[in-house]
């Protein structure tokens, strides 16, 4: 994974054989705590969504002169790549201790794919909250409680999020939820995963 400072990447990874990421309603609690306290220096979260078997954040990275691109000697890519290496590595062995199963959770290595543009942007945000819907789990966004889509609906007032960075195009609940609602046509392919 190649990071770059004050950059949107849309990040994520999924389990092996479509195994069952949370295995529980604490598990994905817990994924979000060690999500939250291993990148919250490092980057902001604009949105997410926790699937069954997969998970997808969208981030933005702190410039360089927030202090968070060196550590160590290492620059950037280096740090936040190691950091999701080992943040997924100790959530796959809390796993493997609840379930007494061994080896691997997740495929190959995760994804970071930078998002160059405003409208891959806001069109990518809406495919992160959508994900539950498209795979009939709920009839509605606010339904899933393990999205980001909440938080920006006010139906629940999160700290995970640096709502500030998306509140610009959007100059109400109602724009945003509306838009999150619309129905995804002609996406680019470069969106779904």
């Known amino acids: 994974m190649q990071f770059y ?7 994520y990874n999924r389990t092996n054989n479509n195994e069952l990421l949370f295995k529980n ?7 979000l705590k060690q999500y939250r306290q291993r990148f919250s220096d490092i980057w902001d979260t604009l949105g997410y ?6 998970f997808h954040f969208l981030i933005r990275t702190k ?3 927030s202090g968070a691109h060196l550590q160590g000697g290492l620059h950037l890519s280096e740090i936040l790549s190691k950091q999701i290496g080992i943040w997924l590595s100790s959530y796959t062995k809390a796993i493997n201790r609840q379930e007494n199963r ?5 495929q190959c290595h995760s994804r970071a794919i930078p998002v ?3 409208k891959y942007l806001l069109t990518l945000l809406a495919y992160i ?13 606010e339904d899933w409680p393990f999205s980001s889509f909440p938080d920006y609906a006010g139906l629940r007032d999160g700290t995970l999020l640096n709502k500030q960075l998306i509140v610009p195009w959007f100059r109400t609940k109602e724009e945003f939820i509306i838009f999150s609602n619309a129905i995804l046509k002609n996406i680019d392919p470069k969106v779904w995963i």
């Open 102 to 106: 061994h080896g691997s959770l997740f």
């Open 129 to 141: 909250h959508q994900n539950p819907l498209r795979s009939n789990l709920v009839e509605k966004l």
């Open 49 to 54: 969504c926790l699937m069954p078997t997969h």
């Open 25 to 31: 309603h604490k598990n994905y609690l817990y994924f």
């Open 63 to 65: 410039s360089e002169s």
């Open 5 to 11: 400072p004050d950059t949107y990447f849309h990040l």
């Open 116 to 118: 160059t543009d405003e």
